[in-house]
């Protein structure tokens, strides 16, 4: 059994900072491409970043150059810091990781709430 345990987001200024972090646990093998998803309210989730095993990176263009994800193999921790943060990146933020011939895994979201 694989469990994703998201830090806690929390309410927070608009052009502040904000670092969540996701924790693998459980029987890994390996972890592979970790993502971060966000889903706000009456919205569907969409992917804010994605990270590959060898360290590559892509973002939604709506947080390019605002985010930036990164991950801690030896912790099977993914991270997102969040700068400049705008009421708009107010969501429900949820970690998703995909492991070696074991499937893909999501957190349990973690909110986050931007206030202008």
């Known amino acids: 059994q694989v469990q994703l345990v998201e830090s806690w987001g929390g309410l927070v200024q608009a052009w502040v900072f904000l670092r969540l972090s996701c924790t693998a646990s459980g029987s890994i093998s390996s972890l592979n491409v970790m993502c971060w998803y966000r889903q706000a309210s009456g919205q569907q989730r969409e992917l804010v970043a994605i990270?590959?095993?060898?360290?590559?990176?892509n973002y939604a263009d709506s947080v390019k150059g605002r985010f930036t994800i990164s991950r801690d193999n030896a912790k099977n921790t993914v991270y997102l810091q969040m700068d400049s943060l705008k009421p708009e990146d107010t969501a429900v933020y949820y970690c998703?990781?995909?492991?070696?011939?074991?499937?893909?895994?999501w957190g349990q979201g973690t909110q986050v709430t931007v206030s202008s």
């Open positions: 998703n990781a995909n492991l070696f011939f074991q499937g893909t895994y």
């Open positions: 990270i590959g095993s060898g360290d590559t990176t």
